[in-house]
């Protein structure tokens, strides 16, 4: 008797040590595996929208994050995490972060997805901006909750339109042209805007007295006053008013009639 219990206890220890070691090469390969990957901090490709939750003590963060392995070797995001920064004048600082590994080519992580975060407040959202990664500007004004609005290139509020420099840089960047762009005013008043629009062309060089050839893009564009700014309506290159109210009628006589032709630059 005493022998077969000797045989039980013997039995026990090496089902026990071979149990330890089949867990402890589990281990080993997943170790292995981690240690073959390089994990890089990094913020999101892209954010896609902010909105609140928890009766406004949350911001959800929508982005996009790497995405494509499939190969089970290992994934392409980890330790996705949103946090509050500080609450500085008005406006609350958020940053989204996680590990990925798609700066090495081999990963396979060359795909997108789309994830979202929870960044918890210390208080219900109060502050007229967000700002996610010192990049991205929400704002609640203007929005439909629980959505936040994208605040654009003029800010989270426009300035209303006004005949001054900084309103009609503002009507540039609002009209589908290059950037860096030259603006000429050709006329103003509480409604209308009239703008000869320069853009120079061709290969970046110098002076054309140096054998530097280059030409220029020239529109004139007309404007529309609205609560945000300056609407741009339509373009026309014909000098006074004759082309211009076959398109646009309304437009008063006095802001059309001394219009020159267009420089073609």
């Known amino acids: 008797m ?65 995405d494509g392995a499939h190969d089970g070797a290992h994934d392409c995001v980890r330790g996705l995490r949103g946090e509050l920064e500080t609450v500085e004048r008005g406006t609350v600082y958020v940053r989204v972060t996680y590990e990925t590994p798609s700066l090495d080519r ?4 060359t795909g997108t997805q789309r994830v979202e975060t929870t960044v918890k407040l210390d208080q219900p959202l109060s502050s007229p ?3 996610v990664n010192s990049r991205d500007v929400y704002t609640p004004a203007g929005a439909t909750p629980p959505a936040l609005r994208r605040c ?3 800010g989270c509020d426009p300035t209303p339109p006004r005949c001054t420099s900084s309103s009609y840089q503002q ?22 805007l009239v703008l000869d629009l320069s853009t120079r062309m061709g290969p970046v060089c110098g ?22 700014g300056w609407r741009p309506v339509t373009t026309t ?19 059309c009639a001394s219009l020159p032709p267009l420089d073609r630059g």
């Open 2 to 66: 005493w022998q077969r219990d000797i045989r039980m206890v013997v039995l026990g220890a090496v089902l026990a040590i071979l149990a330890g070691c089949g867990s402890q090469t589990v281990e080993t390969a997943e170790e292995a595996a981690d240690a073959d990957t390089t994990w890089t901090l990094a913020a999101p490709i892209r954010i896609d929208g902010v909105r609140t939750a928890d009766d406004g003590r949350s911001l959800v963060v929508d982005a996009e994050v790497p």
């Open 207 to 228: 002076e054309a007295g140096d054998g530097c050839s280059s030409s220029g893009v020239s529109q004139r564009w007309f404007y529309r006053a609205e609560s945000t």
């Open 237 to 255: 290159g014909a000098a006074g008013c004759v082309g211009i109210h076959k398109v646009l009628p309304e437009l008063p006589e006095r802001l």
């Open 152 to 154: 654009g290139e003029n």
């Open 106 to 109: 081999d990963s396979g992580c």
């Open 171 to 192: 009507a540039v960047n609002d009209t589908d042209v290059p950037q860096h762009t030259r603006w000429e005013e050709r006329g103003c008043d509480d409604t209308w």
């Open 129 to 131: 901006r967000v700002m």
